[in-house]
């Protein structure tokens, strides 16, 4: 087994990723109110810690939050395609920022399949 896509990227990849997509939450109309105001640095860090395990880097979430359990995690928000769409948008922009040299071609693929797939899965109402 050849090296993860964690080992290809590296942590900066993974934080920087992280960091455009809560620069954009923010302010955003749809997505921001679903976050504490005071706790966005929690919230990157949660995000980062889990697409970086995923991706075969430290367990860092496991050791901080336990399981994933994404979608119970995710139960009390009110998550529709308007939401999971919007996610997705401002996590493509985020990926923006990345060059062919920093993000090459077939691991944007592989990301950015893990992101739709998550996304949708999070949806829990019509």
Same mark, same amino acid.
């Given at each position: &087994?050849?090296? @993860? !896509?964690y080992d290809e990227l590296?942590?900066? =990849? =993974? *934080? #920087?990723l992280v960091h455009g997509f809560y620069e954009q939450?923010?302010? /955003? /109309?749809? !997505?921001g109110p679903m976050y504490p105001a005071d706790d966005w640095e929690g919230a990157e860090n949660r995000l980062r810690w889990f697409l970086v395990q995923y991706w075969g880097g430290p367990h860092t979430f496991q050791a901080e939050r336990g399981r994933p359990m994404l979608r119970k995690r995710? =139960?009390? $928000? @009110?998550?529709? &395609?308007? +939401? %999971?769409? #919007?996610?997705?948008? !401002? &996590? +493509? #922009? @985020? $990926? %923006?920022q990345f060059g062919e040299e920093e993000l090459?071609? /077939? %691991? *944007? %693929?592989?990301l950015w399949n893990h992101m739709q797939r998550v996304a949708y899965m &999070?949806?829990? *109402?019509?």
């Open positions: &087994m050849g090296p @993860s !896509l590296g942590e900066d =990849f =993974f *934080r #920087r939450v923010k302010t /955003d /109309d749809l !997505l995710h =139960f009390p $928000f @009110s998550i529709g &395609m308007p +939401e %999971a769409e #919007r996610w997705l948008e !401002l &996590m +493509e #922009r @985020s $990926f %923006a090459p071609v /077939d %691991a *944007r %693929a592989q &999070m949806i829990n *109402r019509q």
